[in-house]
């Protein structure tokens, strides 16, 4: 039995469909990000000043490893909003500060910071366990790069 | 008149017998039999005992591991904290405490508290590197390099509150010679030792200086000495190598930069003190002349640091002792080490 031939205009636009299905999910992160923009518990806390944004979320924040090293480079400085998981006591907040002479504005994050930056991880493709991210803000305080370390 | 002999020769041995380094004993060594497979361990970054149970802590498998002490072996009886950072998680822990029933754990992230059965109890996260820590009294007190602070010793309680800081920094380090290692790195490569107490005092032994530092649980000090005679001719060198290299800089080889400690380890045991001497492991060069044969503890008075005992541990081929704890059985000391030998690492078990 010779089996019927699908449309060419089926064919296209099954094709199409399936680029379009592979394109949302592998942009999933960034259209959310864009659609969500970013949570208020940051907007409120970038003042004139702050210029860019660490996130710490990640291990080994240690005294002396990369990531400790690299925090201590920031000593002094007041441009920056730290963000740490909400998880952290005002106790371990005071122990961070002390630890790497934090000067800026640190805060804790909460269930929406802790998604911005699992969409940041995804969207700008970096390594999902490298959960420690530096963002540096433009004039108008929206992103200008990402590094994560 | 060979009556006369024998009785002259008899008292001669007598006397020589009786001349002999009091104290002085070799410790006999039986290497522990674990019974199970989970119980084995690839490296054994501390060790304590709580009563008849020996507690391991493994590094490279977060874990610390729980056995029963018997004769001549090991019983597995658990594995306490799994990999990770939340509560009940370890990652790469490095030291334990114990005090009473309750163990605290320092790892990567901070302090983990378990009682004796492995049940989580609560953590706080700390940043600065860990020299050495001690929980006593309810508190942790932490030794570490921290920029922010001239103290030595941080004492937190048990939810990470920092109540005081004592003990200024007394080595004086220009970062001119330390160029290529960040300053608080540098700090704990001269501050290396430990912090221990007995419950009413606190002492932090230093290893590369020799010095000892005796506080009360407040901070305040007792006194201070310099324990550096006790370990010979080698620790007077270890000691200048490092003066020297306050103001050269230290000699990095293979990445790692070259201190010369002169303990090992430091205990307090009922009422003693027990140092580890170091040992200069050389087995993988013949090339090296201070190759050493056997390491010595050495029990000191806490009141005065005095000498008061010396055991001797006979090494063979590439063993190697790093840390270890005691316990008091029917009257005799023995002293528990995870220890590097030919076969791998095993827990040995030394006693008179």
Redesign the interface.
């Known amino acids: 039995m010779k089996e019927k031939d699908i449309p060419l205009i089926y064919r296209i636009s099954i094709l199409i469909l399936i680029i379009g299905i592979s394109m949302i999910v592998n942009s999933y992160s960034c259209i959310m990000l864009s659609l969500t923009g970013v949570p208020d518990r940051i907007t409120k806390n970038i003042d004139r000043k702050i210029d860019k944004i660490i996130l710490l979320y990640g ?6 490893c990369p990531t ?2 690299f925090l ?1 480079s920031l ?1 002094e400085k007041i441009d920056i909003l730290f963000i740490v998981p909400q998880e ?2 005002q ?2 907040i ?3 500060k ?4 934090i000067k800026s504005k640190l805060i804790s994050g909460n269930p929406e910071t802790k998604t911005y930056l699992d969409r940041l991880v995804s969207c700008s493709k970096k390594n999902p366990n490298n959960r420690n991210l530096y963002i540096r803000l433009d004039g108008v305080k929206k992103i200008k790069s990402i590094i994560a370390f | 008149m060979k009556k006369i002999s024998l009785l002259v020769l008899g008292v001669l041995t007598a006397s020589f017998l009786l001349s002999a380094p009091p104290g002085k004993s070799y410790l006999k060594r039986t290497i522990l039999s674990i019974d199970s497979e989970e119980g084995l361990f690839k490296y054994g970054a501390d060790i304590a005992i709580i009563d008849n149970d020996l507690y391991m802590v493994e590094n490279t498998r977060h874990r610390i591991i729980d056995y029963t002490i018997g004769d001549t072996s090991l019983t597995y009886k658990r594995s306490v904290g799994r990999k990770g950072n939340g509560p009940g998680d370890i990652y790469l822990p490095i030291g334990i405490s114990v005090l009473k029933d309750v163990i605290a754990v320092k790892d990567e992230i901070g302090i983990s508290f378990f009682d004796k059965s492995g049940k989580y109890l609560d953590k706080f996260r700390l940043f600065s590197y860990n020299i050495s820590f001690v929980f006593v009294n309810d508190h942790v007190y932490y030794l570490t390099s921290n920029l922010s602070s001239p103290g030595l010793i941080e004492c937190f309680d048990k939810k990470g509150k920092l109540e005081k800081t004592f003990l200024k920094k007394f080595v004086d380090i220009d970062m001119k010679h330390h160029k290529k290692a960040p300053q608080n790195f540098i700090e704990t490569l001269f501050y290396k030792g430990k912090l221990l107490s007995d419950g009413k005092y606190l002492y932090y032994f230093n290893s590369k200086f020799g010095k000892v530092f005796k506080f009360d649980l407040d901070g305040k000090s007792i006194f201070e000495k310099d324990i550096t005679p006790l370990f010979g001719e080698n620790g007077k060198l270890s000691v200048e190598k490092n003066t020297r290299a306050i103001d050269n800089g230290f000699e990095v080889v293979d990445g790692g930069y070259l201190s010369f400690p002169i303990f090992q380890d430091v205990r307090i045991y009922k009422g003693k003190i027990y140092i580890l001497d170091f040992c200069p492991w050389a087995a993988d060069d013949e090339k090296n002349t201070n190759k050493t044969t056997e390491q010595a503890i050495f029990v000191l008075n806490p009141n005065t640091l005095d000498l008061e005992k010396t055991y001797r541990i006979k090494l063979e081929e590439e063993d190697r002792l790093h840390c270890f704890a005691i316990r008091e059985k029917k009257g005799k000391i023995s002293f528990y080490c995870p220890m590097h030998t030919v076969d791998g690492t095993d827990i040995a078990e030394f006693k008179q």
């Open positions: 291990e080994n924040l240690c005294g002396t400790g090293v201590l000593k952290y006591s106790n371990e005071d122990n961070l002390r630890s790497f002479l």
